[in-house]
């Protein structure tokens, strides 16, 4: 079609018909979703390539755009709802979720100061409240939504260290302050040391166990190294749910040494929180109630689509000595109800993200989800037994959640091969790593609509790939 001018949004008309157009293509897309190739059969640039290189000097038709959208962009796309997405950690989209996006994008509210969205800010207070409560986390904490673990965790640190020495936002520096997180942490911890100008240097890792947690011991005697060293121990990272194997660090260990030696403890619960929502979980969250600070991503195996996490905090007002900064034009009357969320981390403009956790969470309620979170378990279980009866195939990590770590018994090369030849399937794709020089697949379980029968069916492949190629 002939590019025509736009000097207008859509007409309410246009919207409409476009609008139950894309809401029939989302329900086609989300029943049929197992019928695509999980990951694309595409090369770097391709897209790019296939793209005009010059920007639109004038508008198109939106049926065009949703048309080219289709046709063009939808080719290259990972399909992260696909229920045999099992890579990284499997992460999923509700349709509750996905409907309340619309609408966060159709309200358009930034909430910088609860005058500039009350709705937004009083309900991410509630839905905060909800998950703080279903996790069994003290009820004073205080919570704020982020986009990412990554950002949460940067500003748990950034808290750490003005709870340490307060006058760091005046004068900068990091003075020796020294990080203490396991050798399997993620690397956002890293990085939150590195963006807020800690430097990567005073990242301490301490060795892990046989069961890739984080040894106490070692990390009592790397404190006092430091000490002797001159360095000030400041924060301590312990994870429940590693990226790698999930295994989940001694919390109430780790938390007696950080009252004793005065470190501020974040628990990176990013992935592994969700589970305490299970009754005869909630054991995974011991010691939590006594940390400083803690992150839990909904966007991880709450359904709730990306990008959602939860940041709670014992000590609001050092979060606030850390970031406070109001600008004259953004001066409201105080009022002890009112929470500027602005006032608690360097973003400014913030999305009304609480209104799809409040969608998700009123959907599916806590039972809803802890049956989901279950199945995911268990089936987990199911399959790493069959790993473990299989004469060519091995477990490499306990499984402690719904993420399996398991390889062939053969060489890493055989692995790799294995892995490549069943991502380039379409049929299921699922991630490695390497944990102490060995290479292993990781099977990871959490799609909403990840079936038992899909899991069976993914070590069918598994195994019948490998028998074909390795014979
Ligand atoms: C344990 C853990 N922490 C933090 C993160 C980072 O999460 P985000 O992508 O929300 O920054 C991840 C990501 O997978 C993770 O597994």
Not at 214 to 229: S, V, Y
């Amino acid at each position: 079609m002939t590019p025509t001018s736009k000097y207008e949004d859509l007409s309410p008309e246009e919207f409409r018909r476009l609008g139950y157009e894309v809401i029939d293509w989302i329900a086609d897309y989300l029943e049929d979703v197992r019928s695509r190739p999980v990951l694309p059969d595409v090369k770097p640039g391709e897209l790019v390539d296939k793209l005009p290189a010059s920007p639109p000097e004038h508008g198109s038709d939106i049926e065009d755009i949703f048309d080219d959208f289709r046709r063009i962009i939808l080719p290259h796309v990972t399909h992260w709802n696909h229920p045999r997405f099992m890579a990284y950690f499997s992460i999923s989209a509700s349709a509750p979720g996905i409907l309340a996006e619309a609408l966060i994008a159709a309200l358009n509210t930034n909430g910088m100061v609860w005058k500039s969205n009350p709705a937004g800010t009083e309900l991410e207070e509630v839905t905060l409240g909800w998950i703080r409560e279903w996790l069994g986390l003290p009820s004073h904490y205080f919570g704020m939504i982020h986009d990412t673990a990554s950002t949460s965790t940067m500003h748990a640190i950034a808290a750490a260290r003005c709870w340490i020495d307060p006058g760091v936002r005046f004068t900068g520096g990091s003075r020796g302050l020294t990080l203490y997180t396991s050798q399997e942490a993620h690397s956002s911890v890293e990085k939150g040391a590195i963006a807020i100008g800690i430097g990567q240097d005073n990242v301490r890792k301490v060795p892990v166990d046989s069961d890739y947690r984080m040894c106490p011991k070692r990390l009592r005697e790397m404190i006092r190294q430091d000490r002797d060293a001159g360095k000030t121990p400041f924060c301590v990272v312990p994870t429940v749910g590693t990226t790698s194997t999930t295994s989940i660090d001694p919390v109430p260990a780790i938390a007696d040494i950080a009252e004793q030696e005065r470190l501020w403890m974040h628990v990176d619960a990013a992935y592994g929180g969700a589970a305490a929502v299970v009754p005869e979980l909630k054991h995974l969250l011991e010691g939590c109630e006594r940390a400083d600070s803690i992150v839990m991503n909904p966007h991880k195996w709450f359904f709730t689509p990306l990008d959602l996490s939860a940041f709670y905090t014992r000590h609001p007002q050092i979060l606030r000595d850390a970031f406070a900064l109001i600008p004259e034009y953004l001066r409201t009357q105080t009022d002890p109800r009112a929470v500027n969320y602005m006032d608690y981390g360097v973003p400014l403009g913030r999305r009304f993200r609480a209104l799809k956790l409040w969608f998700v969470l009123r959907y599916f309620g806590r039972e809803g989800i802890a049956a989901i979170i279950r199945n995911h378990i268990m089936w987990a279980g199911e399959f790493a037994e069959l790993v473990r009866r299989s004469e060519n195939f091995e477990l490499t990590a306990p499984v402690t959640l719904s993420l399996v770590c398991f390889r062939y018994r053969g060489t890493d090369e055989q692995n790799q091969q294995l892995l490549e030849e069943i991502n380039r399937s379409g049929m299921a794709f699922l991630s490695s790593t390497t944990v102490n020089g060995r290479f292993m697949i990781r099977l990871a379980i959490g799609n909403l609509r990840t079936t038992r029968d899909d899991v069976m069916a993914v070590w069918d492949l598994i195994r019948t790939s490998a028998a074909r190629m390795f014979a």
